[in-house]
């Protein structure tokens, strides 16, 4: 034991001793937090459009102002012809075109119908869809206003409540993405390319000959990484409570158990990589092609896994990121107890206990 | 020039001769590009509906055929109770619960109202604001088709009536991978040019082969532009391998002009060629480097514009955003490719991203010290 304790002092020693990665590793999760707090929303707002306005009139121009003052759109340019359109488009300096016909106005007052296009840049086609939703809105406003908003007969109307997160922040999908990503990275990454790194330098080798059981010094090696990890889920918690208003609905004790075991799942895959590499550059390359994208791409977090097909959707059971993330969004947004995670938790502890098996069963105590 | 092309023939050869690099060069790009953009979709459709129906009306039964014809839902369960609905949206089995009230028909036929409740499951925010907004526009399809039932509307229609028509262009089928793609390929083309530059040469001091170097008498540009110029090669390789996979994969064919992505691509390719060689100065190991170009990386890629548009950042961000030569990248990318813009268009863009090559290269080339 006290071998043991000298060996994790060690570490310790290691990576205070290295500023930049210390600073780094504390640091990734709260610039994360920040950039995906503040800088990413999907909400589409001050969209630049421009103006063909082909009428004119008091119309024409009543429905501009009003597309103006609406919180998603500037209106940046007045148009004249469809050739200066496209050529706007492909400059890149607007979302999004609002064309008006000639005698807009007359064909209101003689014919009580008029038509609007909407020309969409549809290179971004979520952009494009929402645009062309919020600008039909907007006129349909207008019409509703000068119509007096005239009650019709049969009409069914509907009435909307948002689950889970009325705002509709989207701090609520990122916070569970960031603790499984952080994790990944911190646990899985750190740990392979520090084992590693003592195979490349020479100093495995040293240690491989002290009398140590060569398990407790992968073991001691996990160590300081556990403690990180701990930090580091401390960091994401406090920030998304007190800065990004993300409540814990959930036990928060809950939250910690089940974070205990994901990063014990990850520390395996990370002794598991670094007894299967000899290079840092391999170890790093497979962190990142094996592990850190599958996390980002294939947990749900950043993209939706029932839109994939069906292979990429049967591979992200593999990915146990996917299932902390469903865990955490369950306990942290939703408020639910074990009850409704055993089954996650279950996979979970299963997947931990045969990457631990595995990576035991490849460490060599002999260097090649 | 001579001292150039040996160090040249030793960069080539290091490279070539370590399998992992190769690995990193063709086999992750590969991999990503058949990978991402099948699963980064955000298309909103697929959405998984709970009805709760008190009704039992025709009406009731006539609205839920409409919705599930329409090929955005997905009819999960039809239900009596709430309970129940709620129960499926906490295991995740439902994203939106539709419920329809009691006497819900009578209302709408006598009392000229009737009300439909909605729950939608809105911790993914964009994916509930559009799920709504599909079933809400249903709803009033199905509505009007009720009115035009019980109402005979006169020929001339006395209500002002605003028909707005509306077309995508660049993309007309709002194929979400049209737009993936060219970004991906961004994406590729920095993490060889970054990554691997910054890795090169750390290596070198960490296995201390560079202090060999240092006393022979190459000249500093000389060992620069001996790093510089393999990857540089190698960068724009993995591009063209991208933009042929790109073709044949998903059948993304430039609008515009090659010319116009490969003169931007060699530009871009020396800025970010000279952030890896800043990196590699200021840092001791692999490591170190690894984790900093990781760090830098991360931010640049979601600062890019790569998944959320970049106009509806906050005004700091926006101004970060500035300094970030990958978004301007991933925006001549999908403007070239989508839109068929050409070299007068990205201009701007153009002499920003050689201001970043010229002050990213000068930075890094009087940073190097050829002492240990």
């Known amino acids: 034991m006290k071998q043991f304790l000298s060996f994790v002092k060690k570490e310790f020693y290691h990576i205070g001793r290295d500023r930049r990665t210390l600073f780094i590793l504390l640091g990734m999760p709260i610039m994360q937090i920040i950039i995906f707090g503040f800088a990413l929303t999907n909400e589409v707002k001050n969209s630049k459009i421009a103006i063909l306005d082909n009428a004119q009139d008091v119309a024409s121009s009543d429905i501009r102002s009003q597309l103006d003052a609406s919180r998603y759109f500037d209106v ?164 998304s409570v007190f800065v990004l208003d993300v409540p814990i609905n959930g036990s928060l004790l809950l939250l910690i158990a089940e974070s205990i075991l994901f990063i014990l799942t990850s520390l395996a895959l990370g002794l598991l990589i670094s007894s299967s590499t000899d290079s840092q550059q391999t170890a790093m390359f497979i962190s990142l092609t094996g592990l850190f994208l599958p996390t980002v791409m294939l947990s749900g977090f950043m993209f939706p896994i029932e839109n994939m097909p069906l292979p990429l959707r049967i591979l992200s059971n593999a990915v146990p990121s996917k299932w902390y993330y469903d865990i955490v969004k369950s306990v942290m947004i939703k408020g639910l107890g074990i009850s409704a995670i055993w089954k996650e938790t279950l996979i979970l502890a299963g997947m931990t206990l045969f990457l631990l098996a595995l990576a035991i069963k490849k460490f060599k105590i002999r260097l090649a | 020039m001579r001292t150039l092309k040996f160090l040249l023939q ?271 100065t200021y840092t001791a190991n692999q490591q170190q480097a690894m984790l900093l170009s990781f760090f830098i990386m991360m931010v640049f890629i979601l600062l890019g514009g790569l998944y959320t548009s970049i106009e509806s950042m906050p005004a700091w961000a926006q101004v970060v955003v500035k300094f970030n030569p990958v978004a301007y990248f991933v925006e001549v990318m999908r403007m070239v490719i989508l839109k068929g813009s050409s070299l007068g268009d990205i201009k701007q863009q153009l002499l920003i991203v050689f201001g970043f090559a010229v002050l990213l290269n000068g930075w890094a080339i009087l940073s190097y010290k050829k002492r240990a």
Request: hydrophobic share 50%; charged share 20%.
């Open chain 1, 76 to 239: 940046v340019m007045e148009m004249h012809s469809y050739k200066e359109m496209e050529a706007a488009f492909k400059k890149g300096k607007i979302k999004l075109a609002v064309v008006f016909p000639q005698q807009f106005n007359s064909d209101l007052q003689h014919f009580n119908t008029a038509q609007i296009q909407l020309v969409a840049d549809a290179s971004d086609p979520n952009v494009a869809t929402t645009l062309t939703n919020y600008a039909t809105a907007v006129i349909m406003d207008y019409q509703d206003r000068v119509t007096n908003g005239r009650k019709l007969p049969y009409t069914i109307k509907t009435e909307m409540r948002m689950l889970y997160n009325p705002q509709l922040k989207g701090a609520y999908s990122f916070v569970p993405g960031v603790m499984a990503m952080v994790l990944m990275l911190v646990c899985t990454m750190m740990t392979a390319i520090t084992v590693v790194r003592e195979k490349e330098t020479g100093t495995m080798e040293i240690m491989l000959v002290s009398p140590v059981r060569p398990m407790k010094i992968v073991t001691a090696k996990a160590v300081p990484y556990l403690l990180l990890s701990m930090i580091n889920i401390a960091s994401i918690l406090l920030l």
């Open chain 2, 10 to 280: 030793k960069e080539f050869r290091q490279i070539f001769r370590d399998p992992a690099i190769i690995r990193i060069l063709f086999v992750m790009p590969l991999v990503q590009l058949m990978i991402l953009p099948r699963a980064a979709d955000y298309e909103v459709k697929n959405i998984k509906l709970s009805v709760v129906d008190h009704d039992h009306s025709t009406y009731s039964r006539q609205l839920v055929s409409k919705i599930t014809a329409s090929g955005y839902f997905i009819l999960n369960n039809y239900t009596g109770s709430y309970k129940e609905a709620m129960l499926e949206v906490e295991k995740d089995h439902a994203d939106l619960i539709l419920e329809i009230p009691a006497s819900f028909e009578k209302n709408v036929v006598k009392e000229d109202e009737g009300t439909l409740f909605m729950a939608v499951n809105a911790i993914n925010g964009t994916k509930a604001n559009l799920g709504a907004a599909y079933l809400r526009s249903i709803i009033q399809d199905f509505n009007r088709e009720v009115r035009m039932k019980w109402v005979q509307f006169p020929r001339f229609d006395p209500e002002m009536n605003l028909q707005v028509t509306s077309s995508n262009w660049f993309n007309p089928s709002l194929n979400y991978r049209y737009f993936m793609v060219p970004g991906i390929l961004v994406v590729l083309v920095t993490m060889v040019g970054a990554f691997l530059t910054s890795l090169n040469i750390v290596k070198e001091k960490e296995i201390g082969t560079i202090e060999q170097i240092n006393v022979t008498p190459i000249h500093k540009y000389h060992f620069i532009l001996g790093k510089l110029i393999p990857f540089w090669v190698l960068g724009m390789v993995v591009l063209s391998l991208g933009l042929i996979l790109a073709r044949f994969a998903y059948n993304v064919i430039p609008e515009g002009s090659l010319l116009t992505i490969y003169v931007f691509a060699a530009v871009y390719l020396l800025a970010v060629l000279g952030l890896g060689l800043l990196l590699s």
